[in-house]
Structure formats: structure tokens, C-alpha cells
């Protein structure tokens, strides 16, 4: 593909500030832009005009229609598009956009997941502007990022309590500043970078695939003989056809004003990786939606499909969104420690204000990345463990115990990588090492939260850490603020909350035995599975967090609790119900009929030759046999469990069912597959296999 110049392109499709700075009136600029820069009310008085010029300007794009696009709690975007058309006199139209439709819109608010919040005759909810993330058309339409919210006002979406844990943040992140002298910044932006791992497969081998179709990912596969062990695959060339769809990729993103700043080969076979420039928090994430869908759009086009369940592969790594967040305040990076981060005292308060806040709400950091999918990958090989933990580095960890010790922290200068090879330059190498097995992990001048699952919508995430920074950021000021002598109070709070919290720093081997029994000893969770992960959601200190900052109420959690023991109940039913379908259709009787091609070949060897041993013949239908009777035993089980499950009217006692006794039956019923499969002759084996799957691009 040859690209146009690109940045005549990017952003093309992007209703942004340079836009509305050429197309709107000055006044209306200028005042629309202090509303989305301060987080106040638009001023009514300007909707219109904004609504008209956004409207011919999307006209001249090619749109005809509009959608309010929102993120209901079904982890995926939702759109209802209508034609700007207005009908006139003289049977004709005209393309019309008020300023009402452009702050408001209507959905039916029962017919997406609410907890009980809407029942199915409370229909009304609405769909409100979100001015700080900018429009643009795609497809023909003009999309309008929105927050979603029911009748009666309560949040319906993701994006709702994350702006709202944005402003909270920004609230008293500012009372930090002001302690340090600032009196002129007027914002504190929270941003993320969210690196975004996914895995493609050929369009013909997914539609032969019943599981991917309904589970997105393979609930049957014997390991292919080769798999990432050789390491050659991770920042390996680009094949053809995966490079021609990441350069299609980018354009189509670029063009959509996302900085698709990084892609390349991740480490399991077909596995791959794009990572975008960092972003406002809010806008970040539309953007993440908005890669997502065209990396599956992108794909088709190219006769493939992009995977991005978490564990699509059974014995490969799985896919992972890591998250780097950061704050800056007019232009500086307030999590860049400088060149002597032991004197930078500003940097120190707010790292303890987040290894505080980890340390207190480690329940909601692992409740926000709970779902079905990410609990095949959590703990294995390319994901960190469960029990979350901040990796500081040797630099930090060691000015940490200084502060808590009392005594003068003597660092060094990190020293200078010479190579030995003359052509290549000397260069200073990082204070720290990185730790890929830390949950959570300061790199330098941001923290990279790796535990999101691939497929998830990162809102939430970023909700529960702006919230619970936010909450230590209130108490350091409201402590700080009254203080007579500033400097002693300071040493005294870092003093203290480092020594307090210190069980939450570890800078070993994650995925270790001992490393378990150690944060069992230091009291740290250990929430394996997603059920454990939401039973926590409602304890009173979190209730009390997220209603102090008004970033949720306590029927909104409710109604939160109860969509994710539903989805997590949901999401195994399904897999349950594929898994049972492709057995009893395909797999128990595709090698019943490969034993009856056995039994001939036997019966005919006999016939010819009574004294041969037929060992070969005998012994694979002995053991093909044996394994299909305990894949018909596991399948009858497994229905008779899945059944039990989904009768159960308490919607966690319906969770806890699905994931202590189906998963479990789920998993023997693999096992007695997988074998047959590596017994039976592959022009018998009904769907493609794992060699086939994650090889044939």
C-alpha cells in the first residue's frame, strides 16, 4: 500500500480543536473550548451552532446520518444511527442537525444490561455529549462519543464513572499542587497509553471453527508440535499478509487522529502487538473501542479475522492490554522523578499516594480486570499473577527504605553500557530493570498496569486507580493543608506511608510458589478467579470510596455486582453449550466412525493374514475407544452440570456453579478430546487443527 502523506491524513475523519478552531465562530470556539477544558457545563446558548457546523462538515465527509456512541456495560460500543433529513415543503428535504440532538439523545435503556436498575417496562435513557472527546465520521455517519445514563439518572456505561473519577482526580490533584507553590495550573490530565496485543487467523480456518465463532476462542486443540519455545516469533519479520493489514491498519487509525505509534510480532505464533501515542484518559479509551473494531474491520478485508479474546490458544501466551498511566500538569510529567528523584519531594508524595492507594484497594484493582476470558491468562507465562504488587526498581525501592530508615539515601549515577563494539555509541543504561511478571510496574515516568485482558474496555481500570489516587491525594491534603510546620508533616506522612504499605512493593518473580506463601504471610489477596474478584466489590470501604468522590453510587455498583456475575455466568454457558454441541455432533461420532474404519482394516488384515498381529489396529482401537467412552461420560456430565448451573435463580450462586463445577467438567471433556485428537487420522478430525489455526497465515 503507498500512504498518502501522513499528516495531510491524519485526523481527516476528526471533528478536532483545529476543526471547530476554522469552521466556528471565535466567541463559540472559545467558549466551548474553556467548557471542555475545565469540565463545565457547555453553554446551551452555543449548541446550535456547534450542531450545524459539525453537521456540514460531517455532509461534506460523506455522512448522512448521526449516532450517539456509548459504551453500555456490555463491554463493546452501542450506535443508532438516524439521517440528518428533515422533511420541507414540496415533498423535498433538508439535511438538519440541531443543538438537542447533538446534547441529547434517547435509547431504550431496559434493553442493555442495567442489574435490575430498569426493568423491561422502564424503557427510557439517554445518551449526553461528551464535548471532551472529539466526533468524527466513520462509514457514512457522524459519531458523537456519549455518556449513557437511565431515567433516573444513574450511570448505565463505562464512560460515565470514568470521567467522573477523572474529575476527581483532578480535584485533588491540584490540592497537591497548591501545597508545592503551584497557584497557576489550572488542570491535572490523567492519560494512559493502552498497548494492545491480538492474534489473526485465516478467515476460512475461523469459520470452520464452531468455538471461535461462539467463544472466540478454541475450546478444543491438541498443541501443535511447535509452538513459541524456539522464541522466534516475538519482534520476528513481518509476514506478507500480516504486514499488508497492519500498514492498512494504520492508515484507517491514523485517519481517525489515533497515534498507532508501535506494532510488531508478539511471542506466540500469529500473535501480535500495535501501541498508540498516550492520550487524554476519556479519549484514550473511545480510541481503544475504535482500534479494536478496525483491527477486526481492517482484517476482513484481508480475508482474516483478528482474535482478541484473551486466551484463544490453549500452551501459548494469551493477549493482554497493557495500560501505562500517568498525570501531567501544564505540560510536565508529574510521575518523571527528574534527574535526582531523592530530592524531588513533589514526585515522592504522589508515588506514596499510589502505592498507597494500590495497597488499600488491591480488591478493586483485581476486580477491574476480572472477566471469564482474562482468567485463562492471568499467571501463565506472558501475564502477570493475580495478587497484585508494585515493582518500584532498585533506585526507588532503595530512597524508599532511606525514608522509612531515617537515614541519607546515597545513590549512584546509573552507569554506561559499553558494548565493546566501537561503531555502536556508549549510552547510559535505565536506573532499574523492568519486571514482566509485576502487576503493576513504574517504568521510568509512568506506571504500566499489566493485568487488562485484551478484550476488555479499559474504563474501568482507570476508573478504580483515578479513584483510589484520588482518595490518598484527599487525605495527604486534608493532613498537609492544616499542618504548622509543612516540611516536618511531610517527611512524617512519606515516613508513614511507606512503612505502612511496604508489603505492597515486590520486586521478584511473580509467577514463583514462594512468592504466594510470602504474600499470604504479608496479608496481600489472592483472588484467582473473577467470582472470588467480584464478591469483593461491595465492601464498605468501596462503596464509601467511589460515593465520597461521586464517581458511583451504591446502586450503581449494585446493579455493577449483579451484570458481572450474570456476564461471567453468560460467557461459560455459552462455551459450555459450544463445547457440548461440537462432542456430541462432531467429535464422539467422528471417531466412532474412524474406529469403524479400523475394525475393517482389522477385519480384512485378519482375513487375508489369521496369524498377523494386528497390533497397530487393535491397540488404537482399544485406546480410541477407551477415550471415547470417557468423552460420552464427561459430555453427559458436563450437560447435566451446565443444565444445574443455569437453573440456579441467585445470579452468584449461578457464578459460583459455572466456575467450580462446569469449568472444571469443561476441562475433562477437553483433555478426553484433545487425545483422541492426537490419535485419529486428521482427514477424519472434523474442525482444523492448532497446526493449521496459528501456521497457515
Known amino acids: 500500500m503507498t500512504f498518502k502523506n501522513i499528516p495531510e491524513i491524519f485526523g481527516e475523519a476528526?471533528?478536532?480543536?483545529?476543526?471547530?478552531?476554522?469552521?466556528l465562530p471565535k466567541e463559540v470556539y472559545e467558549s466551548l473550548m474553556r467548557s471542555i477544558r475545565s469540565?463545565?457545563?457547555?453553554?446551551?446558548?452555543?449548541?446550535?451552532?456547534?450542531?450545524?457546523?459539525?453537521?456540514?462538515?460531517?455532509?461534506e465527509k460523506g455522512?448522512?446520518?448521526?449516532?450517539?456512541?456509548f459504551q453500555p456495560l456490555t463491554g463493546v460500543t452501542a450506535e443508532k444511527h438516524d439521517a440528518f433529513i428533515s422533511p420541507v415543503s414540496g415533498g423535498k428535504i433538508a439535511m438538519e442537525f440541531?443543538?438537542?440532538?447533538l446534547i441529547k439523545g434517547e435509547s431504550d435503556a431496559s434493553s442493555f444490561p442495567t442489574g435490575g436498575l430498569r426493568a423491561t417496562f422502564e424503557a427510557r435513557g439517554y445518551t449526553a455529549w461528551d464535548p471532551a472527546s472529539y466526533a468524527f465520521v466513520k462509514d457514512g455517519t457522524l459519531f458523537i462519543p456519549t455518556a449513557f445514563c437511565s431515567y433516573t439518572g444513574e450511570a448505565l456505561d463505562a464512560k460515565t464513572p470514568l470521567i467522573r473519577s477523572m474529575d476527581a482526580l483532578n480535584k485533588q490533584a491540584l490540592r497537591i499542587l497548591r501545597l508545592f507553590g503551584d497557584t497557576t495550573c489550572e488542570h491535572v490530565d490523567n492519560t494512559i497509553g493502552a498497548e494492545q496485543e491480538y492474534f489473526i487467523i485465516d478467515k476460512k480456518l475461523y469459520d470452520a471453527r464452531p468455538d471461535l465463532l461462539f467463544a472466540g476462542r478454541t475450546l478444543f486443540g491438541f498443541s501443535a508440535p511447535k509452538g513459541q519455545e524456539l522464541e522466534d516469533h516475538y519482534f520476528g519479520s513481518l509476514k506478507t499478509r500480516i504486514a499488508a493489514y497492519m500498514a492498512d491498519l494504520d492508515e484507517s487509525l491514523w485517519r481517525l487522529g489515533i497515534n498507532a505509534k508501535t506494532k510488531h510480532n508478539e511471542a506466540a505464533p500469529a500473535q501480535h502487538e500495535l501501541a498508540p501515542i498516550y492520550a487524554t484518559t476519556n479519549i484514550a479509551v473511545d480510541q481503544n473501542l475504535l482500534t479494536m473494531e478496525y483491527m477486526k474491520k481492517v482484517a476482513e478485508r484481508h480475508g482474516l479475522v483478528c482474535l482478541l479474546h484473551e486466551k484463544p490458544y490453549a500452551g501459548v501466551n494469551g493477549s493482554g492490554k497493557h495500560n501505562n498511566w500517568s498525570l501531567s500538569a501544564g505540560g510536565k510529567n508529574l510521575l518523571d522523578p527528574g534527574k535526582t528523584p531523592q530530592e524531588n519531594v513533589q514526585f515522592l508524595l504522589i508515588l506514596a499516594a499510589i502505592v498507597k492507594a494500590v495497597d488499600d484497594y488491591q480488591?478493586?484493582?483485581?476486580?477491574?480486570?476480572?472477566?471469564?476470558?482474562?482468567?485463562?491468562?492471568l499467571g501463565a507465562g506472558e501475564a502477570p499473577p493475580a495478587i497484585i504488587s508494585i515493582f518500584l526498581g532498585e533506585e526507588l525501592d532503595a530512597i524508599i527504605d532511606s525514608i522509612v530508615e531515617g537515614t541519607d539515601y546515597k545513590g549512584a549515577k546509573a552507569p554506561m553500557m559499553n558494548l565493546g563494539i566501537p561503531s555502536i555509541p556508549v549510552f547510559r543504561k535505565d536506573t532499574t530493570d523492568r519486571n514482566r511478571t509485576s502487576p503493576f510496574a513504574f517504568t521510568g515516568n509512568k506506571f504500566e498496569f499489566r493485568m487488562p485482558g485484551a478484550s476488555q474496555n479499559v474504563a474501568m481500570p482507570n476508573t478504580v486507580l483515578n479513584t483510589a489516587v484520588a482518595e490518598s491525594f484527599r487525605l495527604f491534603a486534608d493532613e498537609l493543608e492544616g499542618a504548622k510546620d509543612f516540611h516536618a508533616a511531610l517527611s512524617e506522612l512519606l515516613r508513614r506511608t511507606f512503612r505502612d504499605h511496604k508489603r505492597i512493593l515486590f520486586d521478584g518473580n511473580g509467577y514463583s510458589e514462594e512468592w504466594k506463601q510470602e504474600a499470604k504471610r504479608r496479608g496481600l489477596l489472592n483472588l484467582e478467579n473473577s467470582v472470588e474478584a467480584y464478591k469483593t466489590f461491595l465492601a464498605d470501604k468501596n462503596i464509601e470510596l467511589f460515593a465520597r468522590h461521586g464517581v458511583m453510587n451504591r446502586v450503581e455498583m449494585q446493579s455493577r455486582e449483579e451484570i458481572y456475575f450474570e456476564n461471567y455466568a453468560k460467557v461459560i454457558n455459552i462455551e459450555a453449550l459450544t463445547m457440548?454441541?461440537?462432542?456430541?455432533?462432531?467429535?464422539?461420532?467422528?471417531v466412532e466412525a474412524y474406529i469403524g474404519d479400523l475394525s475393517k482394516t482389522l477385519k480384512t488384515k485378519l482375513t487375508v493374514c489369521p496369524d498377523a498381529s494386528c497390533k497397530t489396529e487393535k491397540t488404537l482401537i482399544e485406546t480410541l475407544s477407551a477415550w471415547n467412552d470417557e468423552a460420552f461420560d464427561a459430555l453427559e456430565n458436563l450437560k447435566t452440570l451446565t443444565s444445574s448451573a443455569a437453573s440456579n435463580a441467585d445470579v452468584k450462586k449461578r457464578a459460583e456453579d459455572f466456575c467450580y463445577r462446569v469449568i472444571p467438567a469443561m476441562k475433562r471433556l477437553r483433555v478426553a478430546v484433545d487425545q483422541m485428537e492426537s490419535l485419529t487420522s486428521s482427514d477424519r478430525w472434523p474442525f482444523p487443527s492448532y497446526s493449521e489455526l496459528m501456521f497457515k497465515i
Open 98 to 101: 440541531s443543538g438537542k440532538e
Open 39 to 59: 469540565g463545565s457545563t457547555i453553554d446551551p446558548t452555543i449548541a446550535d451552532v456547534v450542531a450545524n457546523e459539525m453537521k456540514d462538515w460531517a455532509v
Open 14 to 23: 476528526v471533528f478536532n480543536e483545529t476543526v471547530m478552531r476554522e469552521r
Open 580 to 590: 457440548i454441541e461440537m462432542a456430541s455432533r462432531s467429535y464422539i461420532p467422528a
Open 363 to 377: 480488591d478493586l484493582m483485581r476486580l477491574s480486570v476480572a472477566y471469564a476470558g482474562n482468567d485463562h491468562r
Open 63 to 69: 455522512a448522512t446520518h448521526f449516532t450517539h456512541w
